[in-house]
């Protein structure tokens, strides 16, 4: 009996190890990720820690790993989820032709604004894509939980990457629900300015599902069930 215990003990620490522990990666553990921060690379070289790993297999770096300064991940981000069937080049334009016309509104803006205003307007599309983001981002979602034949919505609070997948795909749809003479890049560009001073629909949206969620306040207790 208690051989069969200890077998038993010994395949739950296995199973939970396997779980902790992702096994289905092509590269074996012993491999290392790679380094390609031009400053940690000068920091590896500089404590001599590149004599420990200099002979060591490393990992090959994804498509998203770059030293670039002109790289950001947010935007790469959202390129993907404006991006149908794989067409990642015609993303990248609108997001591009959304830039443009976020500079050109705010110039326009700039010209017509009193000298004493224009230090408060923001001409940065990148500026303004991030903190538009930042403002639409919830903090709590609700979820259907089914009990003795009643639906609950129970609020929760919601994970950093899914509340920015809301986010960007709220100011997506916020886009596309257009009038048909308004190019997609245009209505865009509107929704992030919008955003920027925190007005708009996609506003109006977060605000809503935050109401609805203290309203379901009285449902929380059952929010271990979601987790």
């Given at each position: ?15 939970n190890l396997?779980?902790?522990?992702r ?25 001599n820690?590149?004599?420990e790993?200099?002979n ?20 790469n ?20 032709e959304?830039?443009?016309a ?15 205003q ?9 500026v ?68 920027f ?31």
């Open positions: 009996m208690s051989n069969l215990r200890l077998f038993a003990t010994k395949t739950i620490n296995l199973l396997c779980k902790d522990q096994y289905y990666s092509v590269f074996p553990l012993r491999y290392i990720k790679p380094i390609y921060n031009k400053e940690e690379q000068q920091n590896i070289r500089v404590s820690e590149i004599k790993i200099i060591k297999s490393i990992k090959p770096a994804t498509t998203t790993d770059t030293c670039s300064v002109f790289y950001d991940n947010i935007v981000q959202f390129t993907n989820y404006i991006m149908r069937k794989g067409d990642k080049k015609l993303a990248r334009s609108l997001l591009e959304t830039f443009e976020i500079k050109l509104i705010q110039l326009q803006h700039y010209h017509k604004a009193d000298p004493s224009k230090n408060n307007i923001e001409l940065d599309p990148k303004i894509f991030s903190k538009a983001i930042e403002n639409v981002t919830p903090i709590l979602e609700l979820k259907n939980h089914r009990k003795g034949g009643i639906n609950y919505k129970i609020p929760v609070a919601i994970s950093e990457n899914r509340a920015k997948f809301m986010a960007m795909n709220w100011l997506i749809q916020a886009a596309k629900s257009k009038d048909k003479s308004v190019h997609f890049p245009q209505q865009l560009a509107k929704e992030f300015i919008d955003a001073h925190k007005r708009g629909r996609v506003i109006v949206r977060k605000h809503d599902l935050h109401k609805e969620c203290d309203a379901n306040r009285a449902y929380a207790h059952f929010r271990w069930l979601k987790q």
